[in-house]
């Protein structure tokens, strides 16, 4: 394996300065979303937001913690339904909702878990997946008054209560013909960055470390301290919290939930998309929703002029290449999307961690002389990679129309890197400017300098027409 | 010398089906003692580590350690009594960083829970640099800190060993059971780790019940000396004495 | 409603008879789980097929019933061993993960293949057991007989007759021939078995075959309870049998065709017969889905190997 091309200390200030750039090009990506995008763009992205949830519910289980949960759409549901009902029948609001739905989704994941997780082997995935199998009937009994909540079998109907009230207008995108898709959009993202920001912190500690290491070795895990069934039923309970909250956003984006959108097969997605982002990573769960909710689009539309099988319009097909997927990334590529990702980013950075006195553990600058000038070079690839990577994805939320996509997808990768790309390159070129830079950074500096300006003029423009010509 | 054992099995029989892997073994240890346990393979020693840290139960018998009845408790409880053990297959967590490794073996003693974790609560922060800096001086006692941010997986199967011998020193453990700790070492190796389990005893205040095939290395260090064969116990004592015993000669010489 | 006991022997009839069936695929399930302590989630899909291979050949092709099925089997059979060659060897046993999604893909992959081939509608596949032959003295149709005053189905004798022809020979092959010997010595301990020159690998391929046999068998005997054979016919059907088969002990074979037939018994008499009397008919099948979760759960509180199963102790 080639060396990285850059070395860095943690928390130095070229370690900050990289984080930054990628906080910029995740903060721009999101910002530039709604307003890039068509409403049923945006409504297929929430879809994939949602499902990322979803996904990192089901990574807690079977990728931190090496248990099979395929039962994770029956949480999705009640988290769904409890909302449904709360919101139309009682007319609570979504944010009074959430705390209910997070507890029941808790109980529930207690009530499953605790059987099942006493014991070792797979008995989790045994019981998760009757729980799957059964839910979409449960929700027809008329008994109780489960019926008349859940709406029985023609599904229940939420008002779309959801529009931005007056103060929250400057979000963007939030007005006009995309505002309530746009600020669904909106409490989706804040939704989803606070699980983010609670689940990595909790994976990062102490409760979290006790999770991974039964995951890895469960009588090493149990000499040192840690009580297996408790951890393993508190993980998955979080877990079932977690989806019943993406079952809450769920009925948020769609405004209406029925039994049968709560499947096995649901259950399944949710494990493609853990498979394809990559198990046991938090971002692999944030690019498996994408891809699910791309793949089942896309083999939606194509499955028609190629004379295939549909049911309502919704063919086997998805179903094949789900079902290949899986094998082929279990076969060759069994880290996922994003384990390639970091293959990429491990030969273009590579991070040293400190010693308890502040000291890197490696040394950091054992480069050649020349090796000094690969880094203004190293920064324009770090300029370009990410918005690449991401604006791929981008293209692939938008095949409708293919040509149209590439021509998006050249636009917005210029939105994307132009404001970074200029900020690398004019960082370079200061450091040569006091001198501790060789003179060869200087064509890739004013390089990166320029795509940056170019880039900047557009989103100035694009602005303009947006905002202000109101085009 | 009236000192009170520290560890005391008394009558532990062991039996997996039509197998008797340990036949009414009793002995006792007393605090701050270097035992040698040995004998042949599939004699019974890591079954013996095995109904200590309670992964396995025994069929009869009890093990007490500083008057607390081990065999009442569950595996995760052990630890809370000071009592730590290495395995002869490893159990390391593979898929952790080696500090990481490290920081889980104090579990026991760190108190963050879901809620402060999940909120980074100024305590927990705390404790979790605490731990981290704890840690990294445990590598340091084993010369481990090269590997610290490295993967567990994928290490050389001797510093895998000593890894697992500083996860269980951060949680000042008062007994460690050593499950064959110098298996695929170079005879250098042994002789330096022989002299390391020497000073760290010292340095903490350790009780060490060591399992190792390395004859020169148990004689070495060992105070007392307990031989099985076949799961029962056929000597007991001093190593001098123990040694030159004809029915442990026996033993060796009809197992190889 | 009044408790009606004069119907209560049609209802275990009925119970003992899909009980069977469920047992039939049950026995699938565990044949592969006692090698390898796999849960196989295609299964169900991979008996599906078996059952189209049988629509095929006898109502396309117009072989005759019984040797469809011989020959379906044995298809099955070859299919298994395929897949256990090609797909799941390669990887290491003891890790769970990366087989379960291998075996999840083959569930949709299977299903959405049959899916296109033949449509998701039902299919009438002949009844084996349709009529009873000229010299039985039968009643209604020539379907039934009567015992204890009440109709026994033509249908469930034939069924019950089948699965133990099936579960003789099954006897014989594992106890009698080599390649069951092996079987045998493998699922009770790998390692000693390959110390012993046992080969592994083609041991776990001669289990896949007889499991995917067995779930050839169950599906064709289900398939008229549906009315015919479809590519999603057997989702409830592989519930019920992991159901069975949890309850018996997963690593017993014996214990899942008891298991199976219990649960069968459970639906058709606590849910069908108690359940009509306190819900109305409505409810059926959802509360047999319900009972099949509950059945886990319960086994999973009270006696987590089963009623027949054996406790483990993991080596260290
Ligand atoms: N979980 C188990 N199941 C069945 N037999 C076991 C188990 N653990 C150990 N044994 C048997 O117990 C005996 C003692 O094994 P062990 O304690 O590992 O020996 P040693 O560590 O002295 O080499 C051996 O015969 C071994 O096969
Ligand atoms: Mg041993």
């Known amino acids: 394996m080639s060396a990285p091309l850059v070395v860095v200390a943690k928390d130095s200030a070229e370690h900050k300065r990289w984080q930054y750039v990628q906080w910029l090009y995740l903060a721009g990506f999101l910002l530039l979303t709604p307003l890039v995008l068509e409403p049923f763009e945006i409504g297929k992205m929430n879809r994939a937001l949602i499902m990322s949830v979803a996904i990192l519910a089901v990574n807690l289980v079977v990728g931190f913690n090496g248990m099979l949960a395929l039962g994770h759409s029956a949480f999705m549901g009640i988290g769904a339904f409890v909302t449904a009902s709360m919101v139309q029948d009682e007319n609570w609001d979504y944010w009074q909702v959430l705390p209910v739905v997070l507890i029941v989704g808790f109980i529930m994941g207690v009530v499953i878990g605790l059987p099942a997780l006493r014991v070792k082997g797979l008995y989790l995935a045994l019981v998760t997946i009757a729980q799957a199998a059964v839910f979409p009937t449960l929700v027809n009994i008329d008994e109780l008054g489960i019926a008349a909540r859940t709406g029985g079998p023609n599904g229940k109907g939420v008002s779309e209560e959801v529009i931005a009230p007056s103060y929250l207008e400057w979000l963007p995108g939030v007005d006009g013909a995309r505002g309530g898709s746009a600020y669904r959009y909106w409490i989706i993202v804040l939704m989803l960055g606070i699980t983010l920001l609670v689940i990595t912190n909790y994976l990062r500690s102490r409760p979290g470390r006790a999770v991974l290491a039964i995951r890895d070795n469960e009588a090493g895990a149990a000499v040192y301290g840690v009580n297996l069934p408790v951890v393993k039923t508190m993980n998955f309970a979080i877990s079932a919290s977690l989806g019943s909250l993406a079952g809450l956003m769920w009925c948020l984006d769609k405004g209406f939930v029925a039994g049968q959108d709560f499947t096995f097969l649901l259950a399944i997605d949710l494990i493609i998309g853990l498979v394809l982002g990559g198990v046991g990573t938090i971002q692999g769960s944030l690019v498996g929703g994408l891809f699910v909710v791309w793949v089942n689009d896309l083999t939606k539309r194509i499955s028609i002029p190629l004379g295939l099988y549909t ?68 920064a324009v690839k770090l300029a370009v990679v990410p918005p690449v990577l991401l604006a791929i994805g981008w293209l692939l939320m938008s095949v409708n129309n293919l040509i149209v996509g590439v021509l998006a997808f050249g636009l917005r ?31 890739p500096a004013n390089m990166a300098r320029l795509l940056g300006a170019a880039g900047t003029v557009f989103v100035i423009v694009y602005a303009v027409q947006r905002f202000v010509l109101n085009y | ?59 009869t018998g009890s093990v007490t350690f500083d008057g607390e009845d081990l065999t009442a408790m569950s595996a995760h409880e052990i630890s809370r009594v000071g009592v730590y053990r290495t395995f002869q297959n490893l159990a390391l967590w593979p898929g952790m960083t080696v500090i990481e490794n490290v920081m889980v073996g104090d579990h026991t003693n760190t108190k963050a829970n879901v809620m402060s974790s999940a909120l980074r609560l100024p ?16 590598l340091e006692e084993l010369n481990l800190t090269d590997v610290a941010y490295s993967p567990a997986a994928g290490l050389p199967f001797g510093t895998l060993k000593r890894i697992e ?57 060992s105070e007392k000396l307990v031989v099985l064969n076949f799961g029962r116990k056929i000597a007991d004592g001093d190593p001098d004495v123990v040694r030159n015993d004809p029915e442990v000669i026996e033993a060796y010489l009809g197992s190889s | 409603m009044t408790w009606n006991f004069d119907v209560l022997p049609d209802f275990i009839f009925n119970g003992l008879s899909l009980g069977a069936i469920y047992g039939t695929v049950a026995l699938a399930l565990v044949l592969i789980f006692k090698a390898t302590t796999l ?13 189209f291979l049988v629509y095929v050949l006898h109502m396309e092709q117009g072989l005759w019933l019984w040797l469809s099925m011989l020959l379906a089997m044995l298809l099955s059979a070859g299919l298994g061993v395929l897949i256990e060659r090609s797909l799941t060897r390669p990887f290491d046993p003891e890790d769970h993960l990366p087989v379960v999604l291998i075996t999840l893909g083959l569930f949709l992959i299977i299903n959405a293949v049959a899916g296109d081939i033949w449509n998701y509608q039902v299919r009438i596949l002949t009844n084996p057991f349709g009529k009873f032959p000229d010299w039985v003295p039968s009643v209604g149709g020539d379907r039934f007989v009567e015992v204890l005053g009440s109709r026994l189905k033509y249908q469930s004798i034939g069924i019950w007759v089948t699965l133990a022809v099936a579960l003789f020979v099954l006897g014989l092959i594992l106890n009698k021939t080599r390649a069951g010997l092996a079987f045998r010595a493998v ?77 069968g018994l459970i639906q058709a008499v606590l849910v069908t017969w108690g359940g009509v009397v306190v819900f109305g008919q409505l409810y059926m099948s959802i509360l047999q889905l319900a009972a099949a979760f509950l059945i886990i759960l319960i086994v999973l509180l009270f006696r987590p190997s089963g009623l027949f199963g054996t406790r483990r102790v993991e080596r260290v």
Do not use: C
């Open chain 3, 39 to 51: 849960i196989n989630f295609a299964t169900g899909e991979l008996a599906m097929l078996g059952a």
């Open chain 2, 165 to 221: 011998l500083a996860r269980a020193l951060i949680a000042n453990p008062r007994l460690i059971m050593l499950d064959e700790p110098a298996s695929g070492l170079t005879h250098a190796e042994v002789d330096s780790l022989a002299q390391d389990i020497k000073d760290l005893r010292d340095r903490h205040n350790l009780t060490v019940l060591l399992v190792e095939h390395h004859m020169r290395m148990v004689l070495g260090i």
């Open chain 2, 1 to 59: 010398m009236q000192r009170v054992a520290l560890l005391e099995v008394s009558d532990i029989t062991v039996r997996f089906g039509g197998i008797v892997a340990l036949d009414d073994l009793s002995f006792t240890m007393d605090e701050g003692q270097i035992l040698g346990l040995i004998g042949p393979n599939g004699a019974g020693k890591t079954t013996l580590f095995n109904v200590v840290s309670r992964i396995y139960d025994p069929t």
């Open chain 1, 311 to 378: 049911l309502n319009g919704d063919g086997p097909l998805a179903k094949a290449i789900f079902g290949l997927i899986l094998i082929l990334f279990t076969f060759f590529a069994p880290g996922g999307i994003v384990s390639l990702a970091r293959l990429v980013s491990s030969k273009l950075i590579k991070v040293v961690p400190l010693t308890p006195a502040g000291e890197p553990i490696e040394p950091l600058s054992n480069f050649d002389p020349g090796m000094e000038s690969t880094r203004a070079d190293a």
């Open chain 3, 187 to 263: 699922s009770s301990n790998v390692e000693s078995a390959r110390l012993v020159g046992v080969h592994t690998g083609r041991t776990l391929g001669f289990g896949w075959a007889i499991a995917s046999a067995f779930g050839t068998l169950g599906a064709v005997l289900v398939a008229p309870q549906l009315g015919g054979v479809n590519p999603n016919m057997m989702a409830t059907i592989l519930i019920y049998a992991l159901a069975g088969a949890a309850l018996g002990g997963l690593d017993s074979l014996g214990g899942a065709v008891l298991g199976g037939i219990l649960v």
């Open chain 2, 123 to 138: 305590s927990m922060r705390k404790e979790e640099a605490d731990l981290r800096d704890r840690a990294w001086a445990a």
């Open chain 1, 413 to 443: 990768m210029t939105i994307l890197m132009a404001p970074v790309a200029m900020l690398v390159g004019s960082n370079e070129l200061k450091a040569h400017a006091a001198g501790n830079r060789p003179d060869s950074v200087q064509g």
